[in-house]
């Protein structure tokens, strides 16, 4: 235990919740559209897209770069009350945070691009060899993807294995 340790605020917490609204909203900018049917390939790309202002997929790319730096602050603060119980379990979870909120990051840009490029092929090209285009990008993307969603999933089990195993400060009903 390390006692002589503060807790930093419960403020940092906001952080977090700053991050999920902005998370929203861009999420919101990218999934608001008029038409959802499914264009090619593995369901990113859906019909309305072919129309979607680029400003969009533009802004939803900024929001989520704002999203998850405020997301980074918020797993800080809860690395910090970590080490308070279990700081060796700490320097784990830290960093498969930090490599994992980089992968969704760059996830998330993985998936507004081909929206982006799709709306600006299907001008040029039109819409059947844009889906094609974007299909085919989107597959060498995937492995990327893939082993980022699995990343993404390894500081959260940490956290609730730490916090069912009775080990920390936060009780179980925050699983």
């Given at each position: 235990m390390l006692e002589n340790k503060e807790k930093p605020s419960d403020l940092f917490y906001l952080?977090?919740?700053?991050?999920?609204?902005?998370?929203?909203?861009?999420?919101?900018?990218?999934?608001?559209?008029?038409?959802?049917?499914?264009?090619?390939?593995?369901g990113i790309i859906r019909e309305g897209y072919s129309t979607i202002p680029l400003w969009q997929p533009a802004l939803s790319m900024v929001l989520a770069t704002v999203a998850f730096p405020l997301y980074l602050i918020t797993f800080w603060k809860i690395s910090r009350?970590?080490?308070l119980t279990v700081p060796k379990t700490v320097r784990i979870f830290w960093g498969a945070v930090q490599f994992s909120s980089l992968g969704w990051l760059?996830?998330?840009?993985?998936?507004?691009?081909?929206?982006?490029?799709?709306?600006?092929?299907?001008?040029?090209?039109?819409?059947e060899t844009a889906g094609e285009l974007i299909v085919d990008f989107g597959w060498a993307a995937f492995p990327y993807a893939?082993?980022?969603?699995?990343?993404?999933?390894?500081?959260?089990?940490?956290?609730?294995?730490?916090?069912?195993?009775?080990?920390?400060?936060?009780?179980?009903?925050?699983v």
């Open positions: 952080f977090g919740i700053a991050g999920t609204i902005c998370a929203i909203i861009a999420d919101f900018l990218i999934g608001n559209i008029d038409r959802l049917g499914i264009v090619a390939g593995y009350d970590l080490a760059l996830l998330h840009a993985a998936y507004c691009w081909p929206i982006y490029n799709y709306r600006l092929l299907c001008d040029k090209v039109g819409m893939a082993f980022f969603a699995f990343t993404g999933m390894i500081p959260a089990a940490i956290l609730v294995v730490s916090v069912l195993r009775k080990k920390t400060i936060f009780p179980r009903g925050v």
